[in-house]
């Protein structure tokens, strides 16, 4: 058992989530009990992951995506008021971290996916005026783009929706941004990838892919983001010996 003090102190440092001008609050949202001894992680506070926080009775439960989204509505009625309460009569924390697990360099969702797909070279650029949200790298040989698509399928889970060709016909060097990042595919380009891997698909999506030259891969947003919440929950787990577990709900966005 922890301190929630002294979690969130640990957390907040380790996750440097003060660096970040994010699109929501990073740390704990919602304060419960003051010791923390079970931590269930989750994508995404959903009511089904509230209620599997509830059975279980964790103390504290981990997201990337929790709530208080700005420009979001601030009133805690309907749907969000639902959650916020179930959490305060639980007594249970709620802690979010959105942007700050998408940069980590080792627990973060790209460096997981990087990890995961055994690029090589890694280094990371600036998206969206976030510094290090695109990750860069190559796989050791080249392969066709349908080679590649089966990679990422077997890291993610679910086969990805793929659209464009590289211009080179193989894939080497690629680009990932987990999640809703496939506005970033024209970034992704200048920078002279072969493939370009992502969460989400827009209209325009497929036309600029086919325009760039570049294979994209959408891997789904769930999918893609699972990465980080796991790989945060098992090292604060490990490190204050907390009971851990981690629950999926799925998504096919």
Excluded at 181 to 199: E, H, I, R, T
Excluded at 221 to 250: C, I, K, M, S, W
Aim: proline residues 4%; hydrophobic residues 45%.
């Amino acid at each position: 058992m922890i301190e929630r003090s002294e979690l969130m102190a640990y957390c907040q440092q380790l996750m440097q989530a003060d660096s970040l001008d994010d699109y929501c609050p990073n740390g704990l949202q919602v304060e419960g009990r003051p010791q923390v001894r079970r931590l269930l992680a989750g994508v995404t506070a959903c009511e089904a992951l509230l209620e599997e926080a509830a059975r279980w009775d964790a103390c504290a439960v981990l997201v990337h995506h929790g709530y208080f989204w700005r420009g979001e509505a601030a009133p805690l009625v309907g749907m969000k008021g639902r959650r916020v309460a179930r959490l305060i009569r639980a007594n249970q924390n709620l802690i979010a971290y959105h942007l700050p697990l998408d940069v980590h360099a080792t627990l973060g969702n790209n460096a997981r996916l990087a990890q995961g797909l055994a690029l090589e070279d890694v280094t990371t650029v600036a998206a969206g005026g976030t510094p290090g949200l695109m990750w860069l790298g190559s796989l050791s040989r080249a392969v066709s783009l349908e080679s590649f698509a089966s990679q990422v399928e077997v890291l993610v889970g679910r086969a990805p929706t793929v659209v464009g060709e590289p211009e080179r016909g193989e894939v080497k060097r690629v680009a990932l941004c987990s999640g809703g990042a496939q506005n970033f595919l024209s970034q992704a380009a200048a920078l002279g990838v072969d493939a370009y891997v992502s969460g989400e698909i827009s209209e325009q999506t497929t036309h600029e892919a086919r325009e760039l030259g570049v294979g994209y891969l959408a891997a789904g947003h769930h999918a893609t983001e699972r990465f980080g919440v796991q790989a945060l929950g098992e090292h604060l787990a490990a490190h204050f010996n907390l009971e851990y577990r981690f629950f999926d709900v799925p998504n096919p966005a």
